[in-house]
């Protein structure tokens, strides 16, 4: 091949839009026009549904920290809850002991999560398919159930957990502005941030040594990726991810108690990976949609139905399964998958 050859492609991609040629920029437009978006959503609902777009926040930026770590670091966790957890009891410590503002709280929960994710990560590094899974399982069961413990009983609060005072809203907003419109506006700047630096995430160095590891990790360390340490800085990212929607979590619902943090939580954060799609930062929010909205609905459609509690009460488990077996058999990447699917369709359409 000569050098005007091998020099044609760079003088294509040099002369290609900047739209294109700049991640950044693209991730940039595509976070304001989130914003916008979920600002308009936010004024357009009622308090209740305000409420739920804060849940669906902050389950998705967990959920975004958990199809990173399985989607693009190929590593199992079953005990996201337990991340969750730490964040929610950091930030419920803080704020009601300490009494800091809530931005350095959201940081300090964050960033102590993360710190928890990595020495899991060292553990997690050394083990492999079932036994990580089994290892994280221990992790969502056990480190919840810490806060009953009779050396921290009056730290933690017990079982009955931790009550959280929630976020003033500021007076320049009005003394009758709406407090679940002003949680669904933090929850949603979250969201945003979080999906803007996990897209630049994976589009980054960290992010090909990452999708490497999980393709073959023999392959990754013969070509200089240090497999280890990329799975643990997985764990630190996701986990703090989750840290960070404990939070959130402690902030709009008041509390921070072991009962919310049960193995069904972290099955569920784990069902809504893979419905939405691993790897997928839109296929997060798409499955934080389906299992936060997907409980109450049924619920209502049953109480509605006069059905007995004993029967309605599990009718949110049976449609989770059927839900994940019609999207597995319709779309086997995940919703997401089914999108790029769809527009690839429409598209060939429109060119014939």
């Known amino acids: 091949m000569t050098m005007t050859e091998t020099q044609a492609p760079q003088r294509e991609a040099s002369r290609a839009p900047l739209w294109r040629r700049s991640t950044l920029l693209r991730h940039g437009f595509w976070a304001v026009l989130g914003l916008l978006g979920f600002w308009l959503l936010s004024i357009a609902l009622d308090p209740f549904a305000n409420l739920q777009l804060a849940q669906i926040a902050y389950m998705a930026i967990a959920v975004a920290g958990l199809t990173v770590l399985s989607g693009l670091s ?25 009494e800091w503002s809530l931005a350095p709280v959201l940081i300090c929960a964050t960033a102590g999560t993360a710190l928890v994710g990595a020495l899991v990560g060292v553990a997690a590094a050394r083990l492999r398919g079932p036994y990580l899974a089994g290892a994280t399982l221990a992790l969502a069961v056990g480190l919840p159930s810490l806060a009953d413990y ?61 999708r490497l590891v999980r393709e073959d990790e023999d392959a990754a360390a013969l070509s200089g990726v240090h497999v280890a340490r990329t799975q643990i800085l997985a764990f630190c990212v996701s986990a703090g991810c989750a840290g960070l929607a404990g939070g959130l979590f402690a902030i709009v619902n008041n509390l921070a108690a072991p009962g919310a943090f049960t193995l069904a939580l972290s099955l569920s954060l784990l069902t809504a990976a893979v419905l939405g799609g691993l790897g997928s930062l839109a296929g997060a929010v798409y499955g934080a949609v389906i299992v936060t909205l997907l409980p109450n609905w049924s619920t209502d459609l049953a109480q509605q139905a006069d059905l007995p509690r004993a029967i309605y009460a599990n009718i949110p488990l049976v449609l989770y399964g059927l839900v994940l077996i019609l999207v597995i ?24």
Do not use: K
């Not at 502005?177 to 994976?202: D, H, K, M, T, Y």
């Not at 058999?329 to 014939?352: D, E, H, K």
């Open 329 to 352: 058999l319709a779309f086997p990447g995940g919703i997401q998958s089914g999108v790029r699917r769809i527009g690839r369709l429409l598209r060939r359409n429109r060119t014939n």
């Open 150 to 210: 009779h050396g921290l009983r009056d730290v933690l609060g017990g079982a009955n957990g931790l009550i959280v005072s929630p976020p003033v809203p500021p007076a320049s907003l009005g003394e009758t502005f709406p407090l679940e419109r002003w949680q669904a506006w933090i929850c949603g700047i979250c969201l945003v941030v979080v999906l803007f630096l996990l897209a630049n995430l994976s589009r980054s160095r960290l992010g090909r040594d990452m």
């Open 74 to 98: 190929g590593q199992i966790s079953l005990g996201h809850g337990a991340f969750v957890a730490v964040g929610a009891y950091t930030s419920a410590l803080l704020l009601e002991n300490a």
